[in-house]
C-alpha cells in the first residue's frame, strides 16, 4: 500500500524558513517522480514544485522560483522542501504527491503538513 | 500559462441526481485532463485521468468526457459520499488546476 507521511509544518514568522519532510513507502521510491502542492486556507489547489524520479531536474512555479528547493533523498524514500524568505502568502496545506504516468499527474497524495506564517 | 476555468463554483443537488461540472483550457491540452475529488480536511484523491479514464475503484457512476479546451465530469447517480469538492487539472503543459467544484446538498 502506498503511503506518503509528510511532516515539518508549523509557524514561522514572515522571512522565516521551514524543511518539509515527506516519507513515502509502499512504492520504489527512485522509479517515480514527486511534487509538493499546496492549499491555501480556504482555496484551491496549487502545484509548487516537481522533482524528476532521479532527483536530477526540478521545476517551481513562479511563486516559489528562487524560495523554496526541493530535493529527494533516495536512500531514505524521502522528499523535502526547503523553504526559505516565507512570506504570509506561503501559508497553507503542503501535500506530497506521487506522480503518475507523467511528471504532472497525481495518483497519492499525503495528508499534508500545514504552515503557517505570521508575525 | 493554461488557465483552467471550472463552472459552477457550487452546485446543489440532491442524491439521486444527475450532475455536470464543466472545466474549460484556455488552450488546447488534447485529452492531458484529470480529475480530482476532495473532502473536508482530506487529501485529494484521483478520479479521472486522460479525460475519461476511470481509476480502479473509483465508482462507475463518475464519468469523464472531453477533448481539446472542453471537459465535463459526470456523476450519474448522486451518492451521499459524492458531496465533496472537484477539480480539474491540465497536465499538457506542466499543470493548472480548476478553481474547484463545491457539489452540495440540496
Known amino acids: 500500500e502506498v503511503q506518503l507521511l509528510e511532516s515539518g509544518g508549523g509557524l514561522v514568522q514572515p522571512g522565516g524558513s521551514l524543511r518539509l519532510s515527506c516519507v513515502a513507502s509502499?512504492?520504489?521510491?527512485?522509479?517515480?517522480?514527486m511534487s509538493w502542492v499546496r492549499q491555501a486556507p480556504g482555496k484551491g489547489l496549487e502545484w509548487v514544485s516537481a522533482?524528476?524520479?532521479?532527483?536530477?531536474?526540478?521545476s517551481y512555479a513562479d511563486a516559489v522560483k528562487g524560495r523554496f528547493t526541493v530535493s529527494k533523498e533516495i536512500s531514505k524514500s524521502t522528499l523535502y522542501l526547503q523553504m526559505n524568505s516565507l512570506r504570509v502568502e506561503d501559508t497553507a496545506v503542503y501535500y506530497c504527491?506521487?506522480?503518475?504516468?507523467?511528471?504532472?499527474?497525481?495518483?497519492?497524495w499525503g495528508e499534508g503538513a500545514l504552515v503557517t506564517v505570521s508575525s | 500559462d493554461i488557465q483552467m476555468t471550472q463552472s459552477p463554483a457550487t452546485l446543489s443537488a440532491s442524491v439521486g441526481d444527475r450532475v455536470t461540472i464543466t472545466c474549460r483550457a484556455s488552450q488546447n491540452i488534447f485529452a492531458w485532463l484529470a480529475w480530482y475529488q476532495q473532502k473536508p480536511g482530506k487529501a485529494p484523491k484521483l478520479l479521472i485521468q486522460?479525460?475519461?479514464n476511470l481509476e480502479r475503484g473509483v465508482p462507475s457512476r463518475f464519468s469523464g468526457s472531453g477533448s481539446g479546451t472542453e471537459f465535463t465530469l459526470t456523476i450519474s447517480s448522486l451518492q451521499p459520499d459524492d458531496f465533496a469538492t472537484y477539480y480539474c487539472q491540465q497536465y499538457n503543459t506542466y499543470n493548472t488546476f480548476g478553481q474547484g467544484t463545491k457539489l452540495e446538498i440540496k
Open positions: 486522460k479525460a475519461s
Open positions: 504527491a506521487k506522480a503518475f504516468g507523467t511528471i504532472s499527474l497525481f495518483d497519492y
Open positions: 522533482i524528476s524520479a532521479s532527483g536530477g531536474t526540478t
Open positions: 509502499g512504492f520504489t521510491f527512485s522509479n517515480y517522480a
